[in-house]
T-cell receptor, first 115, second 114 residues
Framework: AQSVTQPDIHITVSEGASLELRCNYS??????LFWYVQSPGQGLQLLLK??????LVQGIKGFEAEFKRSQSSFNLRKPSVHWSDAAEYFC?????????????FGTGTLLAVQP | DTGVSQDPRHKITKRGQNVTFRCDPI?????LYWYRQTLGQGPEFLTY????????KSRLLSDRFSAERPKGSFSTLEIQRTEQGDSAMYLC????????????FGPGTRLTVT
């Protein structure tokens, strides 16, 4: 069955340090992959997406992600974290076909940023 | 582009009561989705509309849940005879039929069943 795994439940980084959030997926075909960010009590904001082409994708707020088919991974990175990046981050895979059209989300990674 | 809006933002109800939530998608979006998010979890798919047609329903959507999108614009999600296990954030998203297949989420409705 299709699934998304985010191995890190909680990560703490210092402001200005680099960040990498891990995401592994299980899907038979070429996946549509997404990263969303959620601030407390808010909905989800799309950071970036991959569905074809260049495996390194750029998103908003200085984030990027790399699709690695051999590792079934789509890790999110940022070279220098800002305090405002503290939030919960969700990786998702899109399932499409026939009447199916939905996102399968991982359980999320909560990012804390130390001053 | 005013984004996806949801109403109410918060709802507290007693067990056994019925509740109804509304979602207004981005105006040109013909696809609308409902998800449920419980504490410490990622959103889980509930149902999907293309225009006014409800094309897919999750097994999570029990008989007590019903969703409509009567004119292909706004949508409502009703929960009958609420249970404490229904307490969650209910998220609505909308999108268009294009290659990117992005979904844009609203702020959610937080339901608390006491």
């Amino acid at each position: 069955a299709q699934s998304v795994t985010q191995p890190d439940i909680h990560i703490t980084v210092s402001e200005g340090a680099s960040l990498e959030l891990r995401c592994n997926y299980s899907y038979g075909a070429t996946p549509y992959l997404f990263w969303y960010v959620q601030s407390p009590g808010q909905g989800l904001q799309l950071l970036l997406k991959y569905f074809s082409g260049d495996t390194l994708v750029q998103g908003i707020k200085g984030f990027e992600a790399e699709f690695k088919r051999s590792q079934s991974s789509f890790n999110l990175r940022k070279p220098s974290v800002h305090w405002s990046d503290a939030a919960e981050y969700f990786c998702a895979v899109g399932l499409y076909g026939g009447a199916t059209n939905k996102l399968i989300f991982g359980t999320g990674t909560l990012l804390a940023v130390q001053p | 582009d005013t984004g996806v809006s949801q109403d109410p933002r918060h709802k507290i109800t007693k067990r056994g009561q019925n509740v109804t939530f509304r979602c207004d998608p981005i105006s040109e979006h013909n696809r609308l989705y409902w998800y449920r998010q419980t504490l410490g979890q990622g959103p889980e798919f509930l149902t999907y509309f293309q225009n006014e047609a409800q094309l897919e329903k999750s097994r999570l959507l029990s008989d007590r849940f019903s969703a409509e999108r009567p004119k292909g614009s706004f949508s409502t999600l009703e929960i009958q005879r609420t249970e404490q296990g229904d307490s969650a954030m209910y998220l609505c998203a909308s999108g268009v039929r294009d290659r990117a297949r992005e979904q844009y989420f609203g702020p959610g409705t937080r339901l608390t069943v006491t």
